[in-house]
């Protein structure tokens, strides 16, 4: 086999797995807000009855965490196949491997794999910038200031 065909059938398999890492993610970020949902109206259903008993079905499930626990460093490091402990040096490069891994410009143009390529890169610059935010606070000091 050539050794192009055998970078091409690498870098599909490479694109196909960070694609069903992502649709996963995606699925329990979806899975999550609607049994946040269904536990809100519950209880607002239960609070617009004031004589009613609470009905054990009407109570929040102790597995549906309220909004703000969402913690988007958590998913970052998920996307990244990061350990949430993981050091600025380490993020930096990872994320250089990965965007590179990713490029969508090493596929021809209207294909299907220049297209996951780029939502796979979409969410691989969107993680990094959340994890730099986090751990390097003065990667923003600029957009932050106000001149006169």
């Not at 970078?7 to 946040?36: G, P, S």
């Not at 519950?42 to 626990?69: F, H, I, M, N």
Request: hydrophobic share 35%; charged share 35%; aromatic share 4%.
């Amino acid at each position: 086999m050539a050794l192009g065909k055998r970078i091409t059938r690498l870098m599909r398999a490479f694109i196909e797995e960070h694609w069903e890492r992502l649709e996963a993610l995606m699925r329990e970020e979806e899975a999550e807000a609607r049994a946040r949902a269904e536990a809100i109206r519950e209880l607002e259903q239960d609070a617009s009855q004031p004589g009613a008993p609470v009905s054990s079905a009407a109570r929040p499930r102790p597995s549906v965490r309220p909004a703000e626990s969402v913690d988007p460093v958590r998913r970052a490091c998920k996307v990244l196949g990061l350990p949430e402990n993981a050091d600025l040096p380490t993020i930096r490069r990872t994320y250089r491997e990965l965007a590179a891994k990713s490029d969508p410009s090493r596929f021809p143009e209207g294909t299907p794999e220049r297209a996951k390529a780029e939502q796979i890169h979409a969410q691989i610059e969107q993680a990094y910038r959340v994890l730099l935010r986090h751990l390097d606070p003065s990667a923003d000091r600029f957009h932050d200031l106000e001149l006169p």
